[in-house]
């Protein structure tokens, strides 16, 4: 979970980075909510990086 997560938060900021520069990697595939996706692709890759972290905790 920890690494889908991880790569989730990096293409939500490459996304947002490029969105930035001009280029939006995300408008074909979801139209006008392209301009939202950068953050939700980051809020949930850190949900699922924390899932990740408390489910190594549990099973020490």
């Not at 520069?21 to 950068?38: K, L, N, R, W």
């Amino acid at each position: 979970m920890k690494i889908i997560g991880v790569i989730l938060i990096v293409i939500g900021v490459v996304d947002l980075g490029l969105s930035w520069m001009g280029t939006d990697i995300t408008y074909q595939f979801v139209g006008e909510f392209s301009a939202y996706t950068p953050w939700i692709l980051m809020v949930a890759g850190g949900f699922l990086f924390r899932q990740g972290m408390s489910s190594d905790d549990t099973e020490d």
